[in-house]
């Protein structure tokens, strides 16, 4: 089945400045790449995803890149907020069925004031 | 709208009891999930069900039963608990199409003592 890693485990950033987390996976049929942002105490909450079709994606202050061949993706967040501070999972996709997804560990983003 | 609703919220249980997690949504979602999610260890796909009457395994299976007689309701039966069961477990429903997001809802945190 689908592998998903996760780096870093822990970030902590300035307000202000970018917070970068990337993941791996090691499905190469895997099509759909969604990041989910959890608040403390809810549900995850999708906040923005890529297909293999496209290399990069941006809204508003987040984005994610894809690199295919070498089965990484990323997301990138700019400008960080206090808001910003949550656990953010990455997933993937298990082949091509876009509904069942492998989950990485998850980052916990930590904006500093 | 209440999108995806679990209950209860927090239960305890012995070892060797069963019970019920609920889940209901009302987005007229085809496809519904269930994961368990521990500590540093991202979520996990117990079971999935692309439909009423149509339910299937996913990657940690063992330990849990599911129905779903209609497209609202998808309730996960845990029977014999057991101290490894311990953790946060959250149903989440999508519509399948291409690219589409997956809704949870708030988490049911279970102890097994």
């Known amino acids: 089945g689908e592998n998903v890693e996760q780096h870093p485990s822990t970030l902590s950033v300035q307000e202000g400045d970018s917070a970068v987390i990337k993941c791996t996976y090691s499905d190469s049929a895997s099509n759909y790449f969604p990041w989910y942002k959890q608040e403390l105490g809810k549900g995850p909450q999708l906040i923005i995803d890529?297909?293999?079709?496209?290399g990069e994606k941006k809204d508003q202050r987040i984005a994610v890149t894809l690199n295919k061949t070498a089965k990484h993706f990323s997301l990138h967040i700019t400008e960080t907020q206090p808001e910003d501070s949550a656990v953010y999972f990455c997933a993937a996709s298990s082949g091509s069925n876009d509904y069942k997804l492998s989950f990485g560990a998850g980052t916990t983003v930590t904006v500093r004031a | 709208n209440a999108g995806v609703t679990q209950t209860p919220k927090f239960r305890i249980l012995k070892i060797g009891q069963s019970m019920t997690l609920q889940c209901a949504q009302d987005m007229n979602h085809n496809y519904m999930y269930w994961y368990r999610q521990d500590p540093g260890m991202g979520l996990k796909l117990i079971y999935y069900?692309?439909?009423?009457?149509?339910?299937d395994k996913g990657e940690v299976p063992n330990g849990y039963n599911v129905s779903r007689s209609t497209t609202e309701d998808f309730p996960l039966r845990l029977e014999l608990a057991a101290p490894s069961q311990t953790s946060v477990y959250f149903c989440?429903?999508?519509?399948?199409?291409?690219?589409?997001?997956?809704?949870f809802g708030q988490g049911t945190r279970l102890t097994v003592v």
């Open positions: 069900s692309v439909g009423a009457g149509i339910t």
């Open positions: 989440a429903s999508s519509y399948y199409e291409q690219g589409t997001e997956a809704f």
């Open positions: 890529i297909r293999s079709n496209v």
